[in-house]
């Protein structure tokens, strides 16, 4: 299948050795953190520990976090900064309005398109950015990052890095961000190297169809640089080590999988709409999600068809009711912020990439049925 922005497939007949190449440059990940950022993690641990913030969480989670403030804060920092005034209330709010209305979904989205492009992506962005950042422009970006919808899970956790930083001293402060700045410049670097040949067609993408997208709400998440690619694919497994322990510690488990996987499209597909999502109804033996709900069936998961920006607080746990597990499989660029997602909501997660794009509405023209390595997932469940 040709690839639109990245394929975990290339000429394979499945993408194991993505899985395999992901999980060495993870582990590598984690050995330069070490030797790089630990300190600055262990000392935000304390600070959240003493003060009684959080329950603390895995050590993959926190490296996560400091990463993906490095590369959002390198990638949309110019863009954000120049931004003075705009609706940042409002359109962080519509961006939660899609999520519990599905049916104004489509007229939100219109909107949120619109205001977007006008109030949010300035023609000529900064062009440089202070180094180390202000505390005030973090909080601009911040800010940014909330209204854009594409990145709320991770402000709400730079909002409270933002707060460890506030304590600090600007020499210490200055040579945090020094630290953050060298890993990332290794991993950008590095990653390329690695899992540069599965997002080989971002940039090509990029330059065919910047302006297909120009009035659309999913601007941002289709136009991501290749650096998010891979920032989110090493984030996707540090999340599944990090939720791990959690995950198996519930009493069910349910496989969401979007819309996209399907043979058929919405007129002719007989799943049922439930509360939480679609369920199949095995109208159609080859697809994709009918053959993943027969797995279901053998080793015991519920599988949902769940729509992009649904609300994931649907699966919260509930006084009196069983603790569910969930699997999550969507495109690079949106996994990561939906398992942020779920975390907060206190749903152990694991995840499984879709091995490529292919959707009609935010990717191709076309439309193709996506899918995921179902070894992969089994690995998950095992």
């Known amino acids: 299948m040709e690839a639109i922005t990245y394929s975990l497939k290339l000429d394979s007949i499945n993408s194991e050795n993505y899985y395999r190449d992901v999980r060495k440059f993870t582990d590598e990940v984690l050995i330069q953190a070490d030797n790089s950022i630990n300190s ?16 603390i969480r895995e050590p993959e989670e926190y490296v996560l976090e400091l990463l993906s403030f490095a590369i959002l804060w390198q990638t949309y920092g110019p863009i954000a900064l120049k931004v003075k005034f705009a609706p940042f209330v409002t359109l962080s709010q519509m961006g939660e309005w899609r999520k ?22 300035p023609k000529r962005p900064k062009k440089e950015l202070a180094s180390p950042p202000s505390l005030l422009d973090i909080d601009r970006v911040c800010l940014w990052f909330e209204a854009t919808g594409e990145f709320r899970e991770q402000a709400l956790r730079f909002v409270r890095w933002r707060a460890y930083w506030g304590t600090l001293d600007a020499e210490t402060l200055s040579n945090i961000f020094k630290s953050i700045a060298e890993f990332n410049e290794w991993f950008a670097k590095r990653s390329i190297e690695v899992l540069g040949q599965y997002t080989k067609d971002v940039e090509r993408f990029l330059t065919n169809t910047r302006k297909r997208y120009r009035w659309r709400e999913d601007r941002i998440s289709c136009t991501r640089s290749r650096l998010e690619y891979h920032l989110n ?143 992969e997932l089994k690995r998950v469940l095992a």
């Open 40 to 55: 600055i993690v262990k000392s935000y641990i304390k600070y959240l520990s003493n003060y009684n913030l959080e329950e």
């Open 233 to 375: 694919m090493v984030g996707a497994e540090l999340m599944n080590r990090a939720f791990r322990k959690d995950y198996f510690d519930t009493d069910t488990k349910a496989l969401l999988l979007p819309g996209c996987m399907r043979t058929h499209n919405d007129e002719n597909c007989k799943a049922e709409k439930e509360q939480k999502g679609l369920r199949c109804k095995d109208c159609e033996p080859k697809c994709r999600v009918n053959r993943l709900r027969v797995m279901g069936l053998k080793k015991n998961f519920d599988v949902y068809i769940i729509p992009h920006a649904s609300d994931l607080s649907l699966w919260a746990p509930q006084k009196g009711k069983q603790r569910c597990g969930i699997i999550a499989s969507a495109c690079v660029t949106t996994l990561v912020e939906g398992g942020w997602e779920l975390k907060r909501y206190g749903v152990p997660a694991q995840c499984v990439l879709l091995d490529y794009s292919g959707c009609k509405k935010h990717w191709r023209k076309d439309g193709i049925p996506t899918e995921l390595n179902t070894r």
């Open 100 to 121: 519990k209305h599905q049916r104004f979904k489509p007229l939100i989205d219109f909107i949120r398109g619109i205001l977007i492009t006008l109030v949010l992506l």
